[in-house]
């Protein structure tokens, strides 16, 4: 009679074994702990007329329903310079996939399907890369050489990445300390993704050849908000130059985590920063998870090399299947197989991530690499029970299972089933050894998925079709002349100027400070006043309204110089921005109108101020002077904006014997 298992008790005991707690309640000790290390890569696209190695235009996108031709290729690897392949090709190279690109006649040539050799690199991408490394505190190389990086998932079709080092060895600081920086890379950017499904990817190339900047830091920062913090600097800085793109996929980040004792785990392609802090925690207590299975596996299996699966085919018409995807795959002519992990009970249902368990890592490689789609497994340790625990123990007895055994069924095409049996192996043998390198995808929620095997040196090569281009002192020297403030320096003017902190990521994001700087030192308005317009007035507009166009924030420079000519108090802007961010083209004048302002001196503002006190008196029970303030501010306010500060329209309605001092803005 075989013991009774709870797979949901089990999950819960290692998460207390683990020790993982969520992110609001880690402290930095929490992290000490357990040895969190990180760094980042994180990639922006320069704003440039013209791709990194061609003559396409830069910047214009398409809908991936839109285009005029498609390729189909097959990825296979290629011996590095010192005979040896690279694991992320190998492991591509098995997932067997048709590769489709998608090409639209505007923005792809010969080149980026490798019909053609590489043009001159892009000066300008140079100039704006030389210039970001120079504010990066980078020493900038005497020799750019262009490399090839191998790509075997297909976003590149050439199967590599043409890439150059321009700087190496910097620093941006965080707090109180520095963050040093490994070098910053110019390269070209890959091909957007559409769809991957079986043995089918399809990528649009629109994005492929852009010119694409990479800033590699060490892994210097401690605790998950230092690497968002990181983050937000280096992105920052870049957009400080202006010659950076924004928006939707023109900045992306590679997260690189480990804890003590683990490895480098690299989360992919991370959106947007303010999942960084969340990813990085999980991740982190995930490889802390692996080691606790390390742990537990190893008293039992003291030689892992010897460690194997033994599986057996199974008959769909032996077992009550009246779960959906079973049905289909009986129905399809697929095979279905039954496999034994020995020793592996408890380990299928231990924690790794918040809702997720051991399996899922099994799944997720059978979807990357065998190509199964989910769902993919059922097994011997599921919280809701597909297969019937009286059927998982015929199964374990077809497969001479042991009572300390685990036990997976799969289900494919024949041809899949090879790749399979060889992924899920693997993958217990990696747990018997801790955390194995790979490259994982971010999701919003802060776990992640595996993408692939974490590639090594060995994809790298120089590019025999590009000559290297040097440097001159001189050059560099006239660029350096052409860098903007710092970072911090801005971020220091905007304290000085009392600009509240909530709007500081807001106006270094949008790169605001330059614009910002002039409407205070040349329009002579109120600091706080410009600092909270933009960073809370406009960035609420922004959240709320939609812009026919990109838009161009000198806009409200504009504004603000012609309301001061004007003589319009400067306070209905505030008003106006809304008519401005949806209608950009209408004139100031007409967006006037168009809220019907109307022109009033203080005395027309006042002239009913006896009256208002009356009513307010009449309707009111209570003589609170404030209320009184308050209400008649409320009457007043739709004829003073514009004509009359709110701060002088309240003095005069409290004193109203006294002149006011005006308020400067």
């Not at 007329?49 to 839109?66: E, R, T, V």
């Not at 077992?319 to 959906?324: A, G, R, V």
């Not at 933009?534 to 990109?550: I, M, R, S, Y």
């Not at 924030?553 to 003589?567: D, M």
Request: with cysteine; net charge neutral; glycine share 6%.
């Amino acid at each position: 009679m075989k013991s009774q298992f709870d797979p949901r008790k089990n999950y819960e005991a290692s998460k207390k074994a683990v020790g993982y707690i969520p992110r609001k309640n880690a402290t930095q000790q929490t992290y000490n702990d357990i040895g969190f290390m990180s760094g980042l890569e994180v990639h922006q696209q320069l704003k440039t007329k013209h791709k990194l190695f061609c003559s396409c235009p830069a910047g214009i996108y398409h809908h991936h329903s839109k285009y005029d031709a498609e390729v189909i290729r097959h990825m296979r690897p290629t011996l590095s310079e010192l005979g040896e392949y690279d694991g992320t090709a190998l492991m591509e190279f098995k997932t067997r996939k048709n590769i489709v690109y998608r090409l639209k006649n505007e923005t792809t040539c010969t080149y980026e399907v490798d019909d053609t050799p590489p043009f001159p690199l892009d000066r300008e991408a140079l100039e704006y890369a030389i210039e970001i490394s120079l504010l990066s505190k980078l020493n900038i190389v005497g020799e750019v050489h262009i490399t090839r990086k191998q790509y075997l998932d297909g976003s590149i079709p050439t199967g590599f990445q043409r890439t150059g080092i321009i700087g190496v060895e910097g620093e941006i600081y965080i707090k109180d300390r520095p963050i040093r920086l490994i070098q910053l890379s110019l390269e070209e950017d890959s091909c957007r993704e559409i769809s991957d499904i079986g043995h089918v990817r399809i990528y649009n190339t629109d994005r492929l050849g852009m010119p694409l900047i990479e800033t590699v830091t060490y892994p210097d920062m401690k605790n998950p908000d230092e690497v968002m913090e990181a983050c937000n600097y280096i992105r920052f800085l870049n957009r400080s130059t202006g010659k950076v793109r924004t928006g939707i996929g023109a900045g992306r980040q590679d997260v690189n985590v480990s804890c003590a004792g683990g490895t480098r785990v690299e989360i992919k392609g991370v959106a947007h920063t303010r999942w960084i802090p969340e990813l990085t925690h999980v991740e982190v207590f995930r490889q802390w998870a692996l080691l606790k299975i390390r742990d537990r596996l190893k008293g039992l299996i003291p030689i892992p090399e010897n460690w194997k699966i033994n599986f057996e085919y199974l008959d769909f018409d032996a077992f009550e299947l009246n779960w959906e995807p079973l049905k289909i795959a009986k129905e399809t002519g697929q095979k279905l197989i039954a496999i034994n992990l020995p020793y592996f009970k408890g380990i299928l249902s231990h924690f790794t991530q918040p809702n997720q368990i051991f399996a899922n890592e099994i799944s997720d490689r059978l979807k990357v690499i065998a190509c199964l789609e989910k769902p993919n497994i059922l097994h011997s340790e599921q919280f809701k029970p597909i297969i019937k625990a009286e059927d998982f123990e015929i199964i374990a007895s077809i497969l001479k299972a042991k009572e300390q055994d685990a036990q997976i069924v799969i289900w494919g095409h024949e041809e899949d089933m090879k790749t399979a049996l060889e992924t899920i192996e693997e993958r217990c043998k990696m747990a018997l050894l801790g955390v194995p390198n790979e490259t994982r995808k971010s999701l919003e929620n802060g776990a992640t998925i595996f993408e692939r095997v974490l590639p090594g040196a060995d994809r790298m090569y120089p590019d025999t079709d590009s000559a290297p281009i040097p440097l001159e002192d001189n050059y560099i020297d006239e660029l350096r002349k052409r860098l903007p403030d710092e970072v911090m320096s801005r971020y220091h003017q905007l304290k000085e100027w009392k600009i509240p902190e909530d709007t500081y990521i807001y106006i270094l994001k949008r790169n605001l400070f330059p614009v910002i700087k002039r409407i205070i030192l040349e329009l002579k308005l109120n600091p706080t006043f410009v600092g909270t317009f933009f960073g809370h007035t406009l960035k609420h507009v922004e959240g709320q309204f939609n812009c026919p166009v990109e838009f161009n924030y000198e806009i409200i420079y504009a504004l603000f110089k012609y309301l001061t000519l004007q003589k319009i108090n400067v306070e209905i802007a505030r008003k106006m921005l809304t008519e401005i961010y949806e209608h950009p083209k209408m004139d100031f004048e007409s967006v006037l109108t168009s809220i019907n302002f109307k022109p009033y001196n203080k005395e027309k503002i006042l002239s009913n101020l006896i009256f208002l006190k009356e009513k307010f008196h009449s309707i009111r029970w209570g003589k609170n002077e404030s209320d009184e303030t308050n209400w008649i501010l409320g009457q007043l306010r739709p004829v003073a904006l514009g004509n009359i500060t709110f701060s002088e329209l309240k003095a005069d309605i409290e004193n109203p014997n006294k002149p006011s001092t005006k308020t400067s803005l």
